[in-house]
């Protein structure tokens, strides 16, 4: 699940999408940077569904290939 994460640099506010994940019996974390300063609800959510959609094409599947799965993907989000 992808998290929404408001950090302070320097008295910025840096906006960070959040993803962890178990491997290997220990925890991962991976992070994208959106922007600083304020920034609204809906262009929230749509960084979330891109960094979503990343995710998922970025992961490697045993059967599928990468177009199968954005296919499906394409499929799914209709």
């Not at 609204?40 to 960084?47: C, G, I, Y």
Request: aromatic residues 10%; charged residues 45%.
């Amino acid at each position: 699940m992808v998290y929404y994460e408001i950090r302070d640099v320097n008295g910025k506010k840096q906006n960070y999408l959040i993803y962890n994940k178990r491997e290997n019996d220990k925890w991962v974390k991976q992070s994208k940077f959106i922007g600083t300063g304020d920034i609204s609800k809906e262009e929230v959510r749509k960084e979330k569904k891109k960094f979503e959609l990343e995710l998922i094409l970025n992961k490697k599947y045993k059967n599928l290939s990468k177009e199968q799965v954005e296919e499906i993907e394409k499929l799914r989000q209709a």
